[in-house]
């Protein structure tokens, strides 16, 4: 690897890959070379000429910012197509349980054990693609859906077998610690920012 190319590769290392990241380094790198070899044929020596190139092409702060914006709308894409795919997935799933349980043991409703676990799937896309698009943690949000799925679930356990007994506000209060947690420290660490900035 030359000097031209190394300078090039260490400019977009930072720079997630992609089809045009590639185009645009080798466009970039053959563009310095061409011009290399014009400062050659004019007197220069070869290492003058790549500093005096380097120098000139400067920093690559607009063709990053391209290449950030558009790996970003990619995978903003593929995440879509991948929440897609799940809720689809997620509702045939679903669907092939309750034709099981409604089938085979109608006198006994067990679907909802394995649709909980498969709400997790969509959900946990939903979020992070969420996060991807807004640029800030979706951390508590998927806490606090999270806490209603499985409070949903503790319900339906708790009223389907044992209806005379309430006893779904014992794992309730564990499982509230999770998004009231991440709510404290959130506002913990947003606090921490502002003071920072002050």
């Not at 190319?5 to 061409?34: C, W, Y």
């Not at 500093?51 to 903003?76: C, H, M, P, V, Y």
Request: charged share 20%; proline share 4%.
């Amino acid at each position: 690897m030359n000097k031209i190319e190394a300078h090039i590769t260490k400019l977009f290392r930072d720079i997630p890959d992609s089809g045009r990241k590639k185009e645009v380094m080798q466009e970039i790198i053959q563009n310095l070379s061409e011009k290399v070899t014009d400062l050659v044929t004019q007197g220069c020596t070869e290492d003058e000429a790549v500093q005096k190139a380097i120098e000139d092409f400067g920093d690559i702060d607009d063709i990053r910012k391209e290449l950030e914006n558009s790996a970003q709308l990619i995978q903003t894409k593929n995440l879509g197509l991948s929440l897609a795919f799940s809720v689809w997935g997620g509702i045939l799933i679903t669907a092939l349980f309750i034709f099981i349980n409604f089938y085979y043991t109608p006198e006994h409703i067990w679907f909802v054990y394995p649709v909980f676990a498969v709400i997790w799937w969509p959900m946990s896309i939903l979020f992070y693609r969420l996060s991807k698009v807004k640029g800030r943690s979706m951390a508590f949000p998927y806490s606090v859906a999270g806490f209603v799925l499985i409070l949903s679930l503790i319900l339906f356990i708790n009223f389907y077998y044992t209806p005379s007994t309430v006893w779904f506000v014992y794992p309730a209060f564990a499982a509230v610690w999770w998004p009231i947690s991440l709510f404290f420290f959130q506002t913990h660490k947003k606090d921490r920012k502002d003071d920072n900035l002050d």
